[in-house]
């Protein structure tokens, strides 16, 4: 008796064996109404991009007809800059089977490996200011709203069109342009960087100020620092965690333009800043805050008033039986209990208030190993845009320079009738932003549901982490689909 063969397939071959019997067995059916619905099962594990991508295989669907329906619904188009969807834009532009396109990608697999292995916008050590400036620099070209990722991605849409069928015209055509291509959407982590940068600059701006009263009340910047009235006189002595160098301005004298050169070149604080955030949003992470604190050794005196009061009337809420102390006082038993509050985050580390988990997905970012999504993306470059006044006149966040930014970045614009987009509308708009923030969260709180922002980073994804699991074989051959959301 002969035996069966044993053969592996992935999800991504499941899914066009799928279509394709769909395709013959009931030609009066729409495919594409097939991919949306996702009635099969192993159509329905499948993210849809990757199901309406599928179908352009099938039906031999041009790339840019493709594009215009993963756009039409809410998905980001093909990536020239990416090699699997070059490769994808590749062979549906030369009307490529499924089959052609995996023996193509096998067949470029040494390439592969070097773009994945490379290519990496920061260090594998921590990111400082100076990276950030670098990177932002790096990928822009002068005052120019035309940055060097867009460009580098029409340079290669233009490279794929003009490059001839075929194996080794795409081997050559990959050869000579490795470098540009990226494990992420560039044009994203491009325009996050860029408002990071604006943000972070205003807070070193605010530090220099700090330092230059200290100097000029004849006190070195180190203990200004902890000097309440300093610190009450010129502002946010917490602008300082993000940087993390209060430590290290208590080592040695310096003078104000070594500590502001310390400033740009020491390791950025990411929990610091995804603790501001969330402050800003949700008004709750007193875990992070205590950790920073504790961590930076700084007296809570040395924390601006206002932070300080916020602060305690988030105590006030999260622990009622605390609320009829002082606020120095409160503070005090913070501090006190902040072992036991570190239990509780690992207990809870897998919830979204984890401060934890927002700042591996700041570090991934950055890094360039993870892909924003468009609610991450948007809702931090609101946080950015509102809490910082000097962005130049033509970078400043209204509708229409948001959409540019959707548009370069390839995500849907904005519609009215999205409720979220129309509350980004709103909020870009308002003077009084926090006010509406509340209107908002306490509506959607009434209608039983979550506040826009509360799912911020879970649709966060790697695309070619996608990609590989997608086109891996199944760890059981005879498995006709995976476990939904495995991706």
Same mark, same amino acid.
């Given at each position: 008796?002969?035996?069966?063969?044993?053969?592996?397939?992935?999800?991504?071959?499941?899914?066009?064996?799928?279509?394709?019997?769909?395709?013959?067995?009931?030609?009066?059916?729409?495919?594409?109404?097939?991919?949306?619905?996702?009635?099969?099962?192993?159509?329905?594990?499948?993210?849809?991009?990757?199901?309406?991508?599928?179908?352009?295989? $099938?039906?031999?669907?041009?790339?840019?007809?493709?594009?215009?329906?993963?756009?039409?619904?809410?998905?980001?188009?093909?990536?020239?800059?990416?090699?699997?969807?070059?490769?994808?834009?590749?062979?549906?532009?030369?009307?490529?089977?499924?089959?052609?396109?995996?023996?193509?990608?096998?067949?470029?697999?040494?390439? #592969?490996?070097? &773009?994945?292995? *490379?290519?990496?916008?920061?260090?594998?050590?921590? $990111?400082?200011?100076?990276?950030?400036?670098?990177?932002?620099?790096?990928?822009?070209?002068? #005052?120019?709203?035309?940055? $060097?990722?867009?460009?580098?991605?029409?340079?290669?849409?233009?490279?794929?069109?003009?490059?001839?069928?075929?194996?080794?015209?795409?081997?050559?055509?990959? =050869?000579?342009?490795?470098?540009?291509?990226?494990? &992420?959407?560039?044009?994203?982590?491009?325009?996050?960087?860029?408002?990071?940068?604006?943000?972070?600059?205003?807070?070193?701006?605010?530090?220099?100020?700090?330092? #230059?009263?200290?100097?000029?009340?004849?006190?070195?910047?180190?203990?200004?620092?902890?000097?309440?009235?300093?610190?009450?006189?010129?502002?946010?002595?917490?602008?300082?965690?993000?940087?993390? &160098?209060?430590?290290?301005?208590?080592?040695?004298?310096?003078?104000?333009?070594?500590?502001?050169?310390?400033?740009?070149?020491?390791?950025?604080?990411?929990?610091?800043?995804?603790?501001?955030?969330?402050?800003?949003?949700? @008004?709750?992470?007193?875990?992070?805050?205590?950790?920073?604190?504790?961590?930076?050794?700084?007296?809570?005196?040395?924390?601006?008033?206002?932070?300080?009061?916020?602060?305690?009337?988030? &105590?006030?809420?999260?622990?009622? @039986?605390?609320?009829?102390?002082?606020? #120095?006082?409160?503070?005090?038993?913070?501090?006190?209990?902040?072992?036991?509050?570190?239990?509780?985050?690992?207990?809870?580390?897998?919830?979204?208030?984890?401060?934890?988990?927002?700042?591996?997905?700041?570090?991934?970012?950055?890094? *360039?190993?993870?892909?924003?999504?468009?609610?991450?993306?948007?809702?931090?470059?609101?946080?950015?845009?509102?809490?910082?006044?000097?962005?130049?006149? =033509?970078?400043?966040?209204?509708?229409?320079?948001?959409?540019?930014?959707?548009?370069?970045?390839?995500?849907?614009?904005?519609?009215?009738?999205?409720?979220? @987009?129309?509350?980004?509308?709103?909020?870009?708009?308002?003077? @009084?932003?926090?006010?509406?923030?509340?209107?908002?969260?306490?509506?959607?709180?009434?209608?039983?549901?979550?506040?826009?922002?509360?799912?911020?980073?879970?649709?966060?994804?790697?695309?070619?982490?996608?990609?590989?699991?997608?086109?891996?074989?199944?760890?059981?051959?005879?498995?006709?689909?995976?476990?939904? *959301?495995?991706?």
């Amino acid at each position: 008796m002969t035996k069966k063969k044993n053969t592996r397939e992935s999800p991504l071959d499941l899914l066009c064996q799928e279509l394709l019997r769909a395709d013959t067995e009931a030609r009066d059916r729409s495919l594409l109404e097939l991919c949306l619905r996702g009635t099969p099962r192993s159509i329905m594990a499948v993210p849809l991009r990757y199901r309406l991508i599928a179908l352009g295989f $099938v039906r031999r669907i041009p790339p840019e007809e493709v594009n215009r329906r993963l756009l039409d619904n809410g998905c980001q188009p093909l990536y020239a800059r990416s090699l699997w969807d070059a490769s994808v834009i590749y062979a549906l532009r030369n009307g490529f089977s499924y089959e052609e396109w995996k023996d193509l990608l096998s067949r470029c697999q040494d390439l #592969q490996e070097k &773009v994945l292995a *490379g290519n990496r916008a920061f260090s594998s050590g921590p $990111v400082s200011l100076a990276d950030v400036r670098r990177y932002v620099d790096g990928n822009s070209l002068g #005052q120019s709203d035309r940055a $060097v990722t867009l460009h580098l991605t029409k340079e290669l849409e233009q490279k794929l069109a003009t490059t001839a069928p075929g194996l080794t015209p795409f081997r050559e055509f990959l =050869s000579s342009n490795l470098t540009s291509f990226s494990t &992420v959407r560039e044009k994203t982590r491009y325009y996050f960087c860029k408002y990071l940068l604006y943000w972070l600059d205003a807070r070193k701006e605010s530090c220099a100020a700090f330092l #230059q009263k200290a100097a000029a009340e004849g006190r070195r910047g180190d203990s200004a620092l902890l000097h309440p009235e300093i610190g009450e006189a010129s502002g946010q002595a917490e602008d300082f965690h993000i940087f993390r &160098v209060l430590s290290l301005l208590q080592r040695k004298k310096r003078s104000p333009e070594e500590m502001l050169s310390l400033i740009e070149t020491s390791a950025l604080s990411l929990r610091t800043i995804y603790a501001l955030f969330s402050v800003y949003y949700f @008004d709750y992470p007193i875990h992070d805050w205590l950790q920073i604190l504790a961590e930076s050794d700084v007296s809570l005196q040395a924390l601006s008033p206002a932070f300080r009061e916020v602060m305690a009337a988030a &105590v006030r809420r999260h622990f009622p @039986d605390q609320s009829r102390q002082s606020e #120095q006082d409160l503070l005090a038993w913070l501090q006190r209990t902040i072992k036991q509050l570190e239990t509780d985050r690992e207990k809870d580390r897998d919830t979204y208030q984890s401060g934890r988990r927002g700042e591996n997905y700041l570090r991934r970012i950055l890094k *360039g190993s993870l892909d924003l999504d468009r609610t991450t993306m948007i809702s931090f470059l609101l946080y950015f845009a509102k809490t910082t006044p000097d962005i130049p006149p =033509s970078h400043r966040l209204d509708r229409i320079r948001l959409n540019e930014i959707l548009a370069e970045s390839g995500f849907p614009l904005l519609e009215d009738n999205r409720a979220f @987009d129309h509350f980004v509308c709103r909020f870009m708009e308002t003077d @009084d932003p926090r006010e509406l923030l509340f209107e908002e969260a306490e509506k959607l709180s009434l209608e039983g549901r979550n506040f826009y922002l509360y799912k911020t980073w879970l649709a966060a994804r790697s695309a070619e982490a996608q990609w590989q699991k997608l086109t891996a074989p199944l760890s059981n051959p005879g498995q006709r689909a995976y476990r939904r *959301g495995s991706l």
